[in-house]
Nanobody
Framework: QVQLVESGGGVVQAGGSLRLSCVVSERTFSNNAMAWFRQAPGKEREFVAGINSNGAVTYYSDSVKGRFTISRSNAKNTAVWLQMNNLKQEDTAVYYC?????????????????WGQGTQVTVSS
């Protein structure tokens, strides 16, 4: 069973940066799109950023476009990262790494079949 382990969350002041990591324990990692979602208290889980299987195509929600960057490594150390710059208070949420059911990009929760445990990001004023 594939495992996704996120790290890198924490507390940061508005305008600051964080880099989230997601290590994936699966040899077929390179066959699947990957994405980051987030969920704030009382809200539904929402798409943040996605990347296709070979890393050539990325997609971002309007709320993070220009501030966040998703990347991946399909080499020996299979991982996905989310670089978050110019953080805002509204970015506060639990961030989840997810493995797609297919190689192409998708932005809905149902398009992803494996999830990490989540990492908390808190942006203070």
């Amino acid at each position: 069973q594939v495992q996704l382990v996120e790290s890198g969350g924490g507390v940061v002041q508005a305008g600051g940066s964080l880099r989230l990591s997601c290590v994936v324990s699966e040899r077929t990692f390179s066959n699947n799109a990957m994405a980051w979602f987030r969920q704030a208290p009382g809200k539904e889980r929402e798409f943040v950023a996605g990347i296709n299987s070979n890393g050539a195509v990325t997609y971002y929600s309007d709320s993070v476009k220009g501030r966040f960057t998703i990347s991946r490594s399909n080499a020996k150390n299979t991982a996905v990262w989310l670089q978050m710059n110019n953080l805002k208070q509204e970015d506060t949420a639990v961030y989840y790494c997810a493995r797609g059911r297919r190689s192409g990009f998708a932005s809905t929760v149902n398009d992803y079949d494996s999830w990490g445990q989540g990492t908390q990001v808190t942006v203070s004023s």
